[in-house]
């Protein structure tokens, strides 16, 4: 799809805030910290086809603007994102010119890629691309009694957008088979525990400990944290380089199998 913002969603080499319209970004150019907050949020911050693009471009850029030393992506609103939008309408069209698996490919290749410090601030629900977003930031707070998963099996697809990449380096084979193929939610502290999120605030103040673990790594020499993210992640690129273009493949022949759709039916009879 084409429009006149597409072209320039990844074009952009610094952050521009007026093409984003489903994500609020602010750059503190004194700190070097942008803070970027998924903004849908009378939807739960689900994952549309405008904010997918947008998230697509938002770790490009982040690269890219020599200003940025540390990003924070949060939620608007009391959840942090439930994941992809499942509107029985929705047309699964982008607004970068690329396809939705390129898309979702760039998305995992660009927090992959980031050099510098990536803190998700996990305000609420992470569900989907939303606990699979968290899972691949660099560290993730996350407030007590949040729900957390990925049930993409629940709607007849394979995990295929980055979880199934990150998920066993982190808690394991069998347990992220065990997790993946049942679709599990879980609260934030079991998340926690397992080590698919980092630590668990009390009083649910996320965004003020991220910004607080941002400010201590942005002091630090910049090319001994960035050198030791990127050795660190010469595991993950390996990983993506191995499964992504399969995984993706795959999701995407299931999303157009009846059992898909049959699975959205099922989730908006439940939702009426």
Sequence with gaps: MADDTAQHLLDMELFDPSKFLTLSVEVNEDTGIAVAELDR?????????????????????????ERIRALVLTGAGEVFSVGGDTSPDRPYVTYTGLSPIEEARLIVDGIIDLQVPFI????????????????LSDVSFVVSGAKFGDPH??????????????????????????????????????????????????????????????TTMVALPPQAVQGTKATIHLVLRAAADLLMDFSLNAEQEAMNHPDFRSALEAIHRTEE
């Design 153 to 214: 099996v629940l709607a007849g697809v394979p995990a295929g957008n980055g979880s199934a990449l990150i998920w066993p380096l982190l808690v394991g084979v069998n347990t992220a088979k065990r997790l993946l193929m049942t679709g599990e939610i879980m609260t934030s502290d079991s998340a926690v525990s397992l080590g698919l999120l980092s630590e668990v605030v009390t009083g649910g103040d996320v965004l003020s400990a991220a910004l607080e673990l941002a």
């Design 120 to 135: 998700c601030a996990v305000n609420g629900h992470a569900i989907g691309l939303g606990a699979t977003i968290a899972s």
């Design 41 to 65: 949020p009378e939807q739960h911050n689900a994952v549309d086809d405008r904010m997918h693009s947008e998230l697509c471009a938002l770790f490009q850029v982040a690269q890219s603007d």
